[in-house]
């Protein structure tokens, strides 16, 4: 069975791996920072979660018309421009007397920028390594967010309390530059993976042609809506506990590194195929307790349970990356990256707008209810895709050239 080390031992792994972690971390002190500052500024829940997990929504808009620069880019200069970017804009969210309004305009511009970042990484991720390394390799990159968000939710609550959160914003701010400079020291300079100029008309033609295969749009909607709902839980964290959600996020974090390492170090690929739907369904299940309106330590237990779910992800990624050739790699992982942003985004808009109507543990609930059947409906479909697929293979005359998905 494959090691992390073997994936460390690939030269240009580490500073990709480096650049990934330090982007995290303050993408996690940037967002606690900005979500207390908006909800002492504002009171309400529906913009906290906003700005936290608003920046995704943008990606709706970058997924349509940005995304096929993600292999028509140079990696180097597209990781480490828009790290950049990011620190300018972290660092001016956190001026004195900056409109709210200003605030969001910021964070939709770092959303368009990012929308390319995910297919870029990962689909340069898919260069670095071999093909049967990649579960490995995206492993180690998911706990490396899990990690930075354990560090970076501590830290940050630390730096509310002792300092405001425009110095969590700035904290952020430095930590993407670092990611910057680490990508463009550190990664050597690629030639982009496709050939021609990135345009809207060339995203919309491949989204099209991505999504036009039953198994691959699928595996999509499995990426990004029970996942996205459950996120749409996380991002009412703060209006919940206002003095304990750096806890909450902190126990998140620990429950999806958890998940991570045991499905890309510890799950043999003949129980791959069966575990992706019952990691998600632990994803939403333990959200169901907050009807309850559960104490400080229920709520603890449910959320570190409910992360371990995220482990799914990683299962359903590398089922895509054997579903398109390489050279669309970076824009079909791209496109599950900016998706599953974006449903995020639409999530934490949704959760807000329940938790202002009712109440953030109401909300929780319903979205948890969601994600359930959403999963349900999606394992329903993988029954169907599968006889439809061992009825074709048994078709007289029918010369079966690929070997037949478990998905």
């Known amino acids: 069975m494959p090691r992390y080390r073997d994936v460390f031992r690939v030269p240009e792994f580490t500073p990709l791996f480096l650049s990934g972690s330090a982007q995290s971390a303050a993408q996690t002190l940037a967002g606690l920072g900005l979500a207390t500052l908006v909800y002492r500024a504002t009171g309400s829940p529906l913009l906290s979660a906003l700005a936290m997990f608003g920046p995704a929504l943008a990606q709706l808009v970058g997924a349509t018309t940005l995304l096929s620069a993600a292999d028509r880019l140079p990696p180097r200069a597209a990781l480490s421009g828009v790290a950049l970017l990011f620190a300018a804009g972290t660092a001016a969210q956190a001026l004195p007397g900056l409109p709210v309004a200003a605030a969001f305009a910021l964070l939709f511009l770092q959303g368009l920028a990012g929308s390319v970042t995910g297919g870029v990484r990962y689909g340069l991720l898919n260069e670095i390594l071999p093909r049967d390394r990649f579960l490995l390799g995206r492993s180690v990159l998911n706990m490396s967010v899990g990690v930075c968000q354990i560090a970076g939710f501590a830290t940050g609550g630390v730096l509310l309390a002792l300092l405001s959160p425009r110095g969590a914003l700035l904290a952020g701010a430095a930590l993407y530059l670092a990611g910057a400079l680490l990508a463009y020291r550190g990664l050597s300079a690629r030639a982009p993976r496709a050939a021609g100029r990135p345009s809207p008309g060339e995203t919309w033609r491949t989204n099209a042609l991505l999504w036009s295969s039953p198994a691959r749009r699928r595996i999509y909607l499995a990426l990004w809506v029970p996942n996205g709902l459950i ?4 991002s009412l964290f703060v209006p919940y506990a206002p003095e304990r959600a750096g806890l909450l996020f902190v126990c998140a974090a620990v429950g999806m590194l958890a998940g991570d390492t045991a499905v890309g170090r510890f799950v043999p690929p003949s129980w791959r195929a069966r575990l992706a739907a019952p990691l998600q369904c632990l994803l939403a299940a333990p959200y169901l307790v907050f009807v ?21 992800s990683l299962l359903y990624q590398e089922r895509l990356t054997a579903l398109v050739p390489d050279e669309l790699s970076g824009h079909a992982l791209g496109l599950h990256a900016s998706g599953m942003l974006a449903l995020q985004g639409l999530s934490a808009a949704v959760a807000g707008g329940l938790a202002q109507l009712a109440s953030p543990a109401a909300a929780m609930t319903m979205l948890a209810v969601a994600s359930l059947a959403v999963t349900a409906a999606l394992s329903v479909q993988g029954s169907r895709l599968r006889r439809a697929e061992q009825r074709k293979s048994a078709e ?6 690929v070997p037949r998905s478990r998905w």
């Open 231 to 234: 996120v749409g839980c996380e």
């Open 292 to 312: 309850l309106r559960p104490g400080l330590v229920l709520a603890v237990v449910a959320i570190t349970v409910s992360a371990v779910g995220y482990g799914a």
């Open 396 to 401: 007289p005359g029918t010369v079966n050239l």
